[in-house]
């Protein structure tokens, strides 16, 4: 975690000091939260890890376009991301539960 952590600050010193020249409003958009959510949808696996970041990714990206054809309110991601998070760690959960009855 203090290596992730030090690279992560090392990519933010550079974006800042290298490509704006300045700290501008809106800098960091929570990459963190989705980060931590990323890593629950990945089933806290890291090779599941990537295919949770490409479907977090489309969900980012497809937001605007699902709003302008679609008439859908962008917001909707968070819905469906914050139901894939529930389903996944209520399945981590009862995996956990019945693995601690068994024994």
Known sequence: ?????????????????GVHYRLIEGFSEGFGFDA????????LNPLGVIPAAL??????????F???????PSAIIFVIQG???LFVVASLA??????????
């Not at 931590?36 to 089933?43: D, F, H, R, S």
């Not at 699902?66 to 859908?72: C, D, K, L, S, W």
């Not at 009862?94 to 024994?103: D, E, F, N, V």
């Open 66 to 72: 699902m709003q302008r054809n679609a008439g859908v």
């Open 83 to 85: 139901l894939a998070i």
């Open 1 to 17: 975690m203090f290596f992730s952590g030090v690279l992560g600050g090392i990519a933010g010193a550079a974006e800042v000091m």
């Open 55 to 64: 479907f977090v990714g489309f969900l980012r990206s497809g937001a605007g």
């Open 94 to 103: 009862m995996r956990s539960k019945s693995k601690t009855a068994g024994a």
């Open 36 to 43: 931590i959510a990323v890593a629950l949808i990945g089933g």
